[in-house]
C-alpha cells in the first residue's frame, strides 16, 4: 500500500498517520459537512492532476494505489462545531424535554365546559337556593330587614348581582347545537366581564377585584371635578374647597365631610337634576356602565346605592369587628377602596367611618351615599 502524506496547511507540518484522515472524515461526517472546499489530489509520481474541484467526503478515500501524496486544504471549523481533536470528546446530544401540545379550540372549550362552566353553575345554584330561602324569611317578616343577620342580607344582594351578571352566558350555554361552543369563547375573550365570581379561579377572585377597582378610580377625578363645579353654581364654597383639595390627594376625614353634607339637601344635586356627564362620571365611580341613556343610570345608581345603604345598616347594627379577612376586604372593594395591601385593622376603621357616615347622613335620596365613593376612596389605601 502506498505510503499516505497529510499536509496541515494551518500548522504547515506534515501529519504522517492515515488515522489523522480517518478522524478528519468522522468529524466531518459527525458534524454534517460533506464538502471539503479545493480538495487537490495530485499524483507525485506523474506529476499529473488527476481531480481538481471540490468532493464529497464519502469518496475521499476511494484513491487509486499510486497516490502517494493527498493535499487537503485547511478546514474551517465553525464556532458549533468539533475540531478533528475533540471528536473523542464530543458528548452525544442530550434528549430535550418535549414541550407539552397547545390544545385546540375544541379541546379548551371541552375543559372550559367541565372545570368552569359545569362547577361554577353549581355554586350558583347553591346560593341561589340559600338567597332564595332568605327571601322567604324576609317576606315572612313583612320585609323587615332588621330581622335578617348582615350575612343573610349580604347573601341577597350579592346572589341578585351574580345572576344579573352570569344570565347572558347561561342563557348562551343553554342554546341548542352552538351554546356549548359560544359559551367557553365568551369565557376565553372576556372572563372578567362574562363571568360571576362563582366561575372565577382562586388567583382571579384576587386579581378581578383589583382590576375592577382600577377602573372604577378613573371616574374619581371627574365626579370630584362635575361637584366642584355644581358647587361653584349653588355658592357651596365648602363643597368646592373640599373637592379641590381631594383632587391634591387630601384625604378627608369624617369630620370635614360631616360639613358638606347638607349641600346635598340641595335641588341640583339629586339624581334627577344631575347632568349627563356627571352621572356618567359618577356610574364608572360604582364600576356601571356608563354609556346609557341619563334616566337609565340614575336608576342603575339608586338601586346600586340602595343596596351599598341596606349593607351598611347591618354593619351598624352588627359591628365590624367580627368580620373576618375575606370579608373585609370585600366590604372594601364594594365601596370602591383597594384593600390590597391594608391590615384587617385599618380596613375596619375605614370601613367604620364610611358606615358612621353613611347611616347619619344617607338621605332618601342617596346622592351623598353615591359621592362617598369619592370622598373616601380616592386617597386611602393603595393608590395607583
Known amino acids: 500500500m502506498a505510503t499516505f502524506l497529510i499536509y496541515n496547511f494551518a500548522k504547515s507540518s506534515p501529519l504522517k498517520s492515515i488515522t489523522v484522515l480517518k478522524q478528519a472524515y468522522r468529524c466531518d461526517r459527525l458534524s454534517r459537512v460533506w464538502d471539503i472546499h479545493q480538495a487537490r ?48 470528546k464530543s458528548k452525544p446530544d442530550e434528549k430535550k424535554p418535549e414541550q407539552p401540545k397547545k390544545k385546540g379550540f375544541f379541546a379548551t372549550a371541552k375543559s372550559t365546559v367541565k372545570d368552569v362552566l359545569i362547577p361554577g353553575c353549581k355554586e350558583l345554584w347553591a346560593d341561589f337556593k340559600a338567597s332564595r330561602a332568605n327571601k322567604k324569611k324576609l317576606k315572612a317578616n313583612n320585609r323587615d330587614y332588621t330581622t335578617l343577620t348582615r350575612a343573610e342580607n349580604y347573601k341577597i344582594i350579592q346572589t341578585s348581582r351574580d345572576l344579573r351578571k352570569a344570565f347572558p352566558l347561561i342563557f348562551i350555554f343553554m342554546l341548542p347545537a352552538s351554546g356549548a ?77 360631616q360639613e358638606i ?23 364608572q365611580s360604582w364600576f356601571l356602565l356608563r354609556y346609557l341613556p341619563g334616566g337609565l343610570l340614575a336608576w342603575r345608581l339608586k338601586g346600586l346605592v340602595r343596596e351599598i345603604q341596606l349593607d351598611d345598616a347591618a354593619l351598624s347594627r352588627e359591628g365590624v369587628g367580627d368580620l373576618s379577612h375575606k370579608e373585609l376586604r370585600q366590604a372594601c372593594f364594594d365601596r370602591g377602596l383597594n384593600a390590597t395591601d391594608l391590615e384587617d385593622d385599618d380596613m375596619r376603621n375605614w370601613l367604620k367611618d364610611w358606615v358612621d357616615l353613611s347611616v347619619t347622613h344617607g338621605g332618601a335620596d342617596l346622592s351623598f351615599l353615591a359621592h362617598l365613593v369619592a370622598f373616601k376612596s380616592s386617597n386611602y389605601g393603595k393608590i395607583e
Open 181 to 257: 361552543y359560544l359559551a367557553p369563547l365568551f369565557i376565553i375573550l372576556s372572563p372578567r366581564l362574562a363571568l360571576s365570581p362563582q366561575f372565577y379561579s382562586e388567583k382571579q377572585r384576587i386579581e378581578f377585584p383589583q382590576l375592577d377597582i382600577k377602573s372604577r378610580r378613573k371616574g374619581y377625578p371627574e365626579t370630584l371635578e362635575q361637584l366642584s363645579e355644581i358647587g361653584e353654581k349653588i355658592a357651596s364654597n365648602d363643597l368646592t374647597s373640599l373637592c379641590q383639595k381631594i383632587s391634591n390627594k387630601h384625604n378627608p376625614t369624617n369630620e370635614e365631610i
Open 41 to 88: 489530489y495530485a499524483s507525485f509520481a506523474s506529476g499529473q492532476l488527476i481531480k481538481q474541484g471540490n468532493r464529497s467526503c464519502s469518496s475521499l478515500f476511494q484513491l487509486n494505489a499510486n497516490l502517494s501524496q493527498i493535499v487537503v486544504s485547511p478546514r474551517r471549523y465553525n464556532s458549533t462545531q468539533d475540531s478533528p481533536n475533540d471528536v473523542s
Open 261 to 283: 353634607a347638607k349641600s346635598f339637601k340641595d335641588p341640583s344635586l339629586s339624581f334627577s337634576k344631575l347632568p349627563f356627564k356627571h352621572l356618567s362620571a359618577l356610574s
